[in-house]
């Protein structure tokens, strides 16, 4: 038996929801599985674009400190009892004279050589102390008499030294020359690095002079060469990014310094993209086969009419002339046809409207990639509220197709109740055979059940356009212009979006928000910047009591569950007031004196960025003329103090009113 055979013995229901089923789903999984890739790309692209830039701005802080090491040199060159000493010759005096400059300027290197390449005074110290340098040339390049900088190498793996020669000249001649230099050692790199996730790498050959890890230094390394482009490399079973930036010597061997960035970050990060794209596809199948469920009971209840059409067709061509049926059925299944025609074109247009969505969104994403700081955080929040909001707008116009199509299917459904009845009524007595098809059909039920049916699906679109307009009022990231906001919408829509968080989980029980509002009127903002703020500072609050509830046993969670209060205020200067507080673990006065400090954060690496209250900070105090402010006590909890002013001071735009999507017209 052929598969088209088998295909033409399935039922009509079947037949129709199974082609439709097949390919959607094909889609949805090609389509998710797709993002993930660019996705995961892009942010490759991005840790290499990154290592690459960590690699120029080391290169800029060496050349600042080859300055400030040349204005030192010459500033020891010019003193006036540097001279005095100098051209006296002696050496206690030179010492009692210099030791007491190299410690206030914190060189590791001071060496006097006179015109004759002799030397007259040599100081090492830290970790430059009884390291050997070629003092060949040291000498020959002092006695040349000029003025430059560069990288002094030392034997073995000893650190390197940042030189700087000066003449010292009396009102007539040259006395000496002097050489200065800061060792480049595991310290200054260090001091290179500061809190960032890089670490540096001095090596000369395949042997490393100074690093800001813990490497062997009596083994050899390989790292990229200095032309190369950015690297992966592993490292005590680390894997990292590195670049490498080559510094030339005097004596034609150079040293160089790898850059390194983990690559650990960007493999959580695709785990973790991998990990949405998966919970994406399922969510997309799930919804694709709930909907494709409901459509084969609808065409189900299609085909046993059909049916009873076939039969009345085989009994008329078997000779029974006295069989009739209603012919205004087939207006029907034509406008449900059409129906269907039409939100398949609907369904393709949509889609060429993603597709273009992507392509902006690629591109947004490219220049938000220019960025740093700061405003990297914040325009990519800016990208995911427009990919939100058209997100949104994409399933808003077939829910409203199918929402205000219900209305006429029950209006519809009512008409061919009240013929049946009338039917009924005119004709109480039906032919046996007929009889026997309403038993079989069961009438009373089919219209019990439909009726069910539509109440279902009506309560479903409904609360699918309510997620919509919760999407869509906290997606206004790209608003450019002040307008008059309802804040307490926009707080309730944040709740909306968070509410998955605070139902109870497997481990942590539910979290219970208290909301205390007051009588606010509309406020001059930026919405979508202040729905920002409640997104950061309510999933913090989260986090904290998600935190807390897993230190805490079974009892206490019961006598102190996790709790938010939420409460606002018309202060009497004319400002707005919100006030979110939690009853988590708190901060300690030194944890919350940082907190507004960008790349601050408590959260282990890959959760939290230290981005988040930064930005929050920046957009009410600078964007709103606002106060951030922050209460806590350690294991008592945090409270969070907005304050925005109801009217922004010396603004002359006219300002627009941003209309309540609940009181909106559907589309039909």
Same mark, same amino acid.
């Given at each position: 038996?052929?598969?088209?055979?088998?295909?033409?013995?399935?039922? !009509?229901?079947?037949?129709? !929801?199974?082609?439709?089923?097949?390919?959607?789903?094909?889609? &949805?999984?090609?389509?998710?599985?797709?993002?993930?890739?660019?996705?995961?790309?892009?942010?490759?692209?991005?840790?290499?674009?990154?290592?690459?830039?960590?690699?120029?701005?080391?290169?800029?802080?060496?050349?600042?400190?080859?300055?400030?090491?040349?204005?030192?040199?010459? &500033? %020891?060159?010019?003193?006036?009892?540097?001279?005095?000493?100098?051209?006296?010759?002696?050496?206690?005096?030179?010492?009692?004279?210099?030791?007491?400059? $190299?410690?206030?300027?914190?060189?590791?290197?001071?060496?006097? !050589?006179?015109?004759?390449?002799?030397?007259?005074?040599?100081?090492?110290?830290?970790?430059?102390?009884? #390291?050997?340098?070629?003092?060949?040339?040291?000498?020959?390049?002092?006695?040349?008499?000029?003025? #430059?900088?560069?990288?002094?190498?030392?034997?073995?793996?000893?650190?390197?030294?940042?030189?700087?020669?000066?003449?010292?000249?009396?009102?007539?001649?040259?006395?000496?020359?002097?050489?200065?230099?800061?060792?480049?050692?595991?310290?200054?790199?260090? /001091?290179?690095?500061?809190?960032?996730?890089? *670490?540096?790498?001095?090596?000369?050959?395949?042997?490393?002079?100074?690093?800001?890890?813990?490497?062997?230094?009596?083994?050899?390394?390989?790292?990229?060469?200095?032309?190369?482009?950015?690297?992966?490399?592993?490292?005590?079973?680390?894997?990292? +990014?590195?670049?490498?930036?080559?510094?030339?010597?005097?004596?034609?061997?150079?040293?160089?310094?790898?850059?390194?960035?983990?690559?650990?970050?960007?493999?959580?990060?695709?785990?973790?993209? &991998?990990?949405?794209?998966?919970?994406?596809?399922?969510?997309?199948?799930?919804?694709?086969?709930?909907?494709?469920?409901?459509?084969?009971?609808?065409?189900?209840?299609?085909?046993?009419?059909?049916?009873?059409?076939? /039969?009345a067709t085989q009994a008329l061509a078997q000779g029974d002339l006295t069989i009739r049926l209603q012919t205004d059925t087939q207006d029907e299944v034509g406008v449900l046809a059409q129906g269907f025609n039409t939100m398949a074109e609907?369904?393709?247009?949509?889609?060429? $409207?993603?597709?273009?969505?992507?392509? $902006?969104?690629?591109?947004?994403?490219?220049?938000?990639?220019?960025?740093?700081?700061?405003?990297?955080?914040?325009?990519?929040?800016?990208?995911?509220?427009?990919?939100?909001?058209?997100?949104?707008?994409?399933?808003?116009?077939?829910?409203?197709?199918?929402?205000?199509?219900?209305?006429?299917?029950?209006?519809?459904?009512?008409?061919?109740?009240?013929?049946?009845?009338?039917?009924?009524?005119?004709?109480? *007595?039906?032919?046996?055979?007929?009889?026997?098809?309403?038993?079989?059909?069961?009438?009373?039920?089919?219209?019990?059940?439909?009726?069910?049916?539509?109440?279902?699906?009506? %309560?479903?679109?409904?609360?699918?356009?309510?997620?919509?307009?919760?999407?869509?009022?906290?997606?206004?990231?790209?608003?450019?212009?002040?307008?008059?906001?309802?804040? *307490?919408?926009?707080?309730?829509?944040?709740?909306?979006?968070?509410? *998955?968080?605070?139902?109870?989980?497997?481990?942590?029980?539910?979290?219970?928000?208290?909301?205390?509002?007051?009588?606010?009127?509309?406020?001059?903002?930026?919405?979508?910047?202040?729905?920002?703020?409640?997104?950061?500072?309510?999933?913090?609050?989260?986090?904290?009591?998600?935190?807390?509830?897993?230190?805490?046993?079974?009892?206490?969670?019961?006598?102190?569950?996790?709790?938010?209060?939420?409460?606002?205020?018309?202060?009497?200067?004319? &400002?707005?007031?919100?006030?979110?507080?939690?009853?988590?673990?708190?901060?300690?006065?030194?944890?919350?004196?940082?907190?507004?400090?960008?790349?601050?954060?408590?959260?282990?690496?890959?959760?939290?960025?230290?981005?988040?209250?930064?930005?929050?900070?920046?957009? %009410?105090?600078?964007?709103?003329?606002?106060?951030?402010?922050?209460?806590?006590?350690?294991?008592?909890?945090?409270?969070?103090?907005?304050?925005?002013?109801?009217?922004?001071?010396? +603004?002359?735009?006219?300002? #627009?009113?941003?209309?309540?999507? /609940?009181?909106?017209?559907? /589309?039909?």
């Amino acid at each position: 038996m052929t598969l088209r055979t088998r295909y033409s013995q399935f039922p !009509v229901a079947v037949k129709l !929801v199974s082609l439709p089923l097949i390919v959607f789903l094909s889609l &949805w999984t090609v389509g998710a599985i797709g993002l993930g890739y660019f996705a995961r790309n892009y942010l490759a692209q991005t840790a290499y674009k990154e290592t690459s830039d960590l690699a120029v701005l080391l290169q800029q802080d060496l050349q600042q400190k080859e300055k400030l090491l040349s204005l030192k040199a010459r &500033w %020891v060159s010019e003193e006036r009892s540097v001279v005095n000493a100098v051209s006296t010759g002696d050496r206690a005096l030179l010492l009692r004279t210099l030791l007491p400059i $190299q410690s206030a300027l914190e060189l590791d290197l001071l060496k006097i !050589v006179d015109t004759n390449g002799q030397s007259l005074l040599s100081s090492q110290q830290r970790s430059l102390n009884g #390291v050997e340098f070629q003092d060949a040339i040291v000498n020959t390049t002092a006695q040349t008499g000029l003025e #430059v900088s560069g990288i002094l190498l030392a034997d073995n793996t000893a650190p390197c030294s940042l030189v700087s020669f000066f003449s010292i000249k009396s009102a007539t001649t040259i006395l000496a020359n002097l050489v200065v230099g800061i060792a480049i050692d595991d310290a200054l790199l260090q /001091q290179i690095r500061g809190n960032t996730s890089m *670490h540096l790498v001095a090596f000369q050959g395949d042997r490393v002079t100074a690093s800001t890890l813990m490497l062997k230094r009596d083994r050899s390394w390989s790292f990229p060469q200095a032309d190369a482009s950015p690297q992966r490399i592993e490292i005590a079973g680390e894997t990292f +990014l590195s670049k490498t930036v080559e510094l030339p010597s005097f004596d034609g061997p150079t040293l160089q310094i790898a850059v390194l960035k983990s690559f650990e970050e960007t493999e959580q990060a695709e785990r973790k993209l &991998w990990g949405v794209v998966a919970i994406f596809g399922l969510l997309g199948g799930i919804l694709i086969v709930g909907v494709m469920l409901l459509g084969f009971r609808v065409t189900q209840a299609l085909s046993r009419r059909i049916q009873s059409l076939t /039969q009345a067709t085989q009994a008329l061509a078997q000779g029974d002339l006295t069989i009739r049926l209603q012919t205004d059925t087939q207006d029907e299944v034509g406008v449900l046809a059409q129906g269907f025609n039409t939100m398949a074109e609907q369904l393709t247009l949509r889609d060429r $409207q993603l597709s273009q969505h992507m392509q $902006q969104l690629e591109s947004t994403l490219e220049e938000l990639h220019r960025t740093q700081g700061q405003m990297v955080q914040s325009e990519k929040m800016s990208a995911l509220g427009q990919m939100v909001a058209g997100v949104a707008h994409e399933i808003n116009n077939p829910v409203n197709f199918i929402h205000g199509n219900l209305s006429y299917v029950e209006r519809y459904l009512q008409d061919l109740l009240r013929i049946i009845h009338s039917y009924q009524h005119h004709y109480p *007595h039906p032919s046996p055979s007929l009889q026997a098809e309403l038993e079989e059909a069961e009438l009373d039920f089919l219209v019990e059940d439909l009726q069910k049916i539509l109440k279902s699906m009506k %309560v479903g679109s409904d609360r699918i356009r309510n997620i919509v307009i919760s999407l869509r009022n906290f997606s206004r990231l790209d608003e450019a212009e002040f307008k008059l906001a309802d804040l *307490h919408e926009g707080i309730d829509n944040t709740l909306m979006i968070l509410q *998955h968080r605070l139902k109870a989980q497997s481990d942590v029980p539910a979290i219970k928000v208290i909301k205390n509002y007051g009588q606010l009127p509309l406020v001059e903002c930026y919405p979508g910047y202040l729905n920002q703020v409640f997104m950061n500072l309510l999933a913090n609050a989260i986090d904290a009591l998600e935190e807390a509830a897993q230190k805490k046993t079974r009892e206490e969670r019961d006598i102190q569950p996790g709790t938010i209060w939420i409460s606002t205020q018309h202060t009497s200067d004319n &400002w707005a007031k919100i006030m979110i507080a939690d009853n988590g673990l708190g901060m300690s006065e030194a944890v919350r004196s940082r907190i507004f400090d960008p790349f601050f954060t408590t959260k282990p690496i890959g959760k939290g960025t230290g981005l988040g209250l930064p930005i929050s900070y920046q957009i %009410v105090n600078e964007k709103h003329n606002g106060k951030l402010e922050c209460d806590s006590t350690a294991q008592k909890g945090t409270q969070f103090v907005i304050q925005i002013p109801i009217r922004q001071p010396n +603004l002359n735009c006219p300002l #627009v009113q941003i209309p309540n999507p /609940q009181n909106g017209q559907l /589309q039909h």
